[in-house]
Nanobody, 123 residues
């Protein structure tokens, strides 16, 4: 089992920055892929970015150039640095982990999820 705990959410004005953290515990060494998803009220949960254990990253088109994912494997923690935030970035942000050999921005492949951290961007 893997447990994920997110932190770092909050309220910022447009153009501001936030850094989210997701700490993994339990059988964290089994994780191959870690990702961030977000879900705005009334919308589907969407993938934001992922990071494989080997260092491969991928981003949703809507956040490219503004958001950076990183994974400190020694600390079992993945980060999401978000810059130039926009009101449309407002959502609950979830950390997800997959112990298999695949990685994508599809939520269906992830077996472990955190409880989420709220990000609110005001105009």
């Amino acid at each position: 089992q893997v447990q994920l705990v997110e932190s770092g959410g909050g309220s910022v004005q447009a153009g501001g920055s936030l850094r989210l953290s997701c700490a993994a515990s339990g059988y964290a060494s089994s994780i191959y892929c870690m990702a961030w998803f977000r879900q705005a009220p009334g919308k589907e949960r969407e993938g934001v970015a992922y990071n494989t254990r080997g260092g491969t990253t991928r981003y949703a088109d809507s956040v490219k150039g503004r958001i950076t994912i990183s994974w400190d494997i020694a600390k079992n923690t993945v980060y999401l640095q978000m810059n130039t935030l926009k009101p449309e970035d407002t959502a609950m942000y979830y950390c997800a982990a997959n112990g298999g050999s695949s990685c994508s921005l599809l939520k269906s492949i992830f077996g472990y999820w955190g409880q989420g951290t709220q990000v609110t961007v005001s105009s």
